[in-house]
């Protein structure tokens, strides 16, 4: 077991180029079922998810294998495996399988997801979406039972804007019988490539990226090849890294429309960003501005970016004010910012940031992907050493992380932990 140690104060200089969108990842493997013949995606993040995804996707018989920066997934040998224990487990995102293989098999037995703990995350709008279009839906033992006579095409209205409803709704009815429609659908870049992948393999879908979405079922699915969009979170993490410890820092392979909300909270913030067609060029601001920030549906200000852009705001002049309304208790990073001298404090669902302060080095803890990422931020400002462990949260979503910081002048480095280490990680 490994943990990040980073030296703070190092300004970061150079390019950074970023990989391929990891929440289109974990729903572009799983859509791969669904094809009769050999889907191939380019430009994968080289993430444990995908790698978890990929030995999925072999243990119910497909043949899966990387040439370059191609993953080749053979789906034709593919049976109904059921999955109600094991890797399933280790990521959310496994419930794709349950769409994809409804789709294909008419049938699935899918453990419940885990993933990070971001507080409740029910899937009912995924079940209300199975059941709509024909399948009997029972949860038995911790693991979900999905079996169709016959899928037809449905009206299904979300309850809830959720991303991955929405993509699961969408691998389920691409072979439903008739025309589905999904309203209130969610819009993130990532369904639309998503959608991009299954109209490659032969699919209607039109409205993808709105919130109306239309699906005319067809017979078969064939195999194609599907280049992956760049992953905007990542992109944001390494510009609110730029913001916060940067001299000059582009950050290559962005799609910028994509970062909108979280670009205008940066410029208000008093940071200059130069926007090219796939670039971006962060230089900081002399003097940070605090603002506030509220996380909404997409195309709102990202939940999955307001972790590292809380560890910005501790560097900011002002109090700036954090509320998540998607997951109302994705505050886990605060008590480890505060180790590191922040000061914030909780109320409700809103995180209140004072600044400026000066962290300081400490040994953290990332409870969940975005905490690491937010501690991370947090390290390169920091005076002194910090250490931080709970990486394989980190490593399920950033490809090289330790790798791109230092090529941009950080100093971070990973170590092995020693056992009296891990054991007082595992106790606490
Ligand atoms: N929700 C329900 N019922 C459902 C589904 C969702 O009440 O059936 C609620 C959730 O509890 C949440 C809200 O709806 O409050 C939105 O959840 P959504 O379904 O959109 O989230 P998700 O699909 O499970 C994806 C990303 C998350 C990201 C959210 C929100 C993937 C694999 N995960 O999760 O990414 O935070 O959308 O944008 O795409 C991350 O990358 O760190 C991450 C957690």
Redesign the pocket.
């Known amino acids: 077991m490994q943990k990040i140690l980073v030296e703070g104060g190092y300004p970061l200089n150079g390019k950074v180029r970023v990989s391929g969108a ?2 289109s990842a ?2 572009l493997l799983p859509a791969a079922i669904l094809a009769d013949s050999k889907v191939m995606i380019e430009g994968l993040p080289q993430i444990s998810d995908v790698d978890t995804l990929s030995d999925l996707l072999e243990e119910i018989g497909g043949t899966v294998s990387w040439k370059g920066q191609t993953l080749h997934i053979d789906p034709s040998q593919m049976t109904s495996m059921p999955l109600p224990n094991g890797k399933v487990k280790k990521l ?2 496994s419930y794709y399988f349950m769409g994809a293989m409804l789709g294909r098999f008419k049938q699935a037995v899918i453990g419940l997801p885990g ?2 703990h ?11 979406g199975f059941e709509a279009l024909g399948a009997k839906v029972t949860n038995e033992q911790g693991a979900i039972y999905l079996r169709a006579d016959e899928l037809r095409g449905a009206r299904i209205y979300l ?7 929405t ?1 699961n709704i969408m691998l389920a009815a691409v072979k439903a019988k008739g025309k589905t429609i999904i309203e209130n659908a ?1 819009r ?1 870049p ?1 369904i639309i490539d998503v959608a991009t992948l299954l109209t490659s393999m032969g699919a209607k879908i039109k409205g993808a990226g709105t919130d109306v979405i239309r699906i005319e079922g067809v017979d078969t699915l064939t195999g194609c090849m599907h280049t992956i969009i760049p992953d905007r ?1 990542e992109a944001g993490t390494y510009t609110i890294l730029a913001a916060a410890q940067g001299e000059k820092v582009l950050i290559d392979n962005v799609i910028p429309q994509h970062l909108e909300p979280l670009l205008a909270k940066l410029r208000e913030m008093g940071v200059s960003i130069e926007e090219g067609d796939e670039q971006l060029l962060i230089q900081p601001a002399k003097r940070l501005k605090s603002v506030d920030i509220k996380t909404l ?2 195309p709102g200000f ?3 970016l307001q972790q590292p852009f809380t560890s910005l705001l501790t560097r900011a002049h002002g109090t700036g004010i954090v509320t998540d309304t ?2 109302q208790a994705r505050f886990k990073h605060i008590d480890e910012l505060r180790r590191m001298n922040a000061q914030i404090k909780v109320e409700g669902g809103s995180a209140i940031v004072s600044g400026p302060v000066q962290l300081e080095g400490a040994k953290v803890k990332a409870s ?3 905490a690491g990422a937010a501690l991370i931020v947090a390290g390169l400002m920091a005076d002194g050493v910090t250490e931080i462990t709970g990486l394989e949260h980190i490593d399920r ?1 950033y490809e090289q992380i330790t790798e791109k910081l230092s090529n941009l002048g950080a100093k971070i480095w990973r170590e092995e932990m020693s056992e009296e280490e891990i054991e007082q990680f595992q106790n606490s």
């Open positions: 990891k929440n974990v729903a959310r995102a993933g990070c971001l507080g409740p995350r029910p899937i009912d709008q995924h079940i209300k309850d809830v804007v959720s991303v991955g409803a993509i969610a993130e990532e979170i549906v997409h990202p939940t999955d998607i997951y969940d992907l975005r979503g």
